[in-house]
């Protein structure tokens, strides 16, 4: 039985939407300096040169970033073990989908 990942759905509604919004996004990220708790590195910091300027023209939320994987809505103590994990998911997943794989 396939173990499911803590980020995985996440990430996947994320990477649906960046999809439908900009095809071929995966081209533009730079997986070796990829940060989600650095907002330049992290996915959205990497496409809209800062992940503000992302949420500003996407219109979005961070319950919305949060929820396709864009960020993190937990307390502080936590993000420090988490937004690694979160980071890999987003590699492992930009990975496949640059192998031609599905996400």
Known sequence: MKKKRLYEKQVKAGIEFLDQIRPEW???IDIEVLDMKNCHCCILGQL???YWNATAE????NIR???LGFTLLIPFSSAITMFPVLTEEWKLQIQKKRK???A
């Open 26 to 28: 995966e081209d533009l």
């Open 48 to 50: 809209y040169d800062h």
């Open 58 to 61: 996407l219109s979005f939320t």
């Open 65 to 67: 970033a949060d929820e």
């Open 100 to 102: 031609g794989g599905d």
